[in-house]
């Protein structure tokens, strides 16, 4: 090691030579961070992959829940019409329910949660003003469901009667 060379580059003979910047260490440097940067980018493309996957795999257990339920209703509705053999009119009608009720549970469990998606959007472009009022009403139920819920039944009579006896 020379007489004037140090180990720490800041303690040397040329005070200005760490911060003026060589072009190689501002390429290396460069290099560092393009590095890391696409690491970073692999891992976040590898962590969305993986909650996609877990997300559609969630979807796919929902889906089929679901269809088991809708299945259990309509074998539920089918023994229900057997009640009624002496009323084939009703009978009739509880067996036309369980039959519809049994396609949308094998639709239900045949599709993907992208064609279900798909059919929402599609839906949605078609008819804009039924989603709108549908929102519109299902945010105004829930608006009053919140509403009737936020004062205990006691505390909304007495709040009655100091309303009357103020009035």
């Known amino acids: 090691m020379a007489a004037n060379a140090s180990p720490n580059p800041s303690a040397g003979s040329d005070p200005g030579a760490a911060g003026t910047g060589d072009p190689a260490n501002w390429r290396e440097l460069?290099?560092?961070?393009?590095?890391i940067r696409d690491t970073a980018v692999e891992r976040g493309r590898g962590l969305l992959d993986a909650a996609r996957a877990q997300a559609q795999d969630y979807v796919d257990r929902r889906k089929t829940d679901a269809a088991q339920s809708v299945?259990?209703?309509a074998k539920t509705l089918r023994d229900s019409s057997r009640t009624f053999d002496d009323r084939p009119n009703i009978k009739a009608f509880f067996d036309s329910a369980a039959e519809g009720l049994e396609t949308l549970g094998g639709s239900i469990e045949a599709r993907s949660f992208a064609d279900f998606y798909e059919d929402a959007e599609a839906f949605a472009r078609?008819?804009?003003?039924?989603?709108?009022?549908?929102?519109?009403?299902a945010g105004f139920i829930a608006a009053r469901f919140i509403k009737s819920s936020s004062l205990p039944p006691d505390a909304r009579y007495d709040r009655d009667?100091?309303?009357?006896?103020?009035?």
């Open 161 to 167: 009667r100091f309303d009357d006896r103020n009035a």
């Open 30 to 35: 460069k290099h560092d961070v393009e590095d």
């Open 126 to 137: 078609r008819a804009p003003v039924a989603v709108a009022v549908g929102t519109f009403v």
């Open 71 to 73: 299945n259990d209703l």
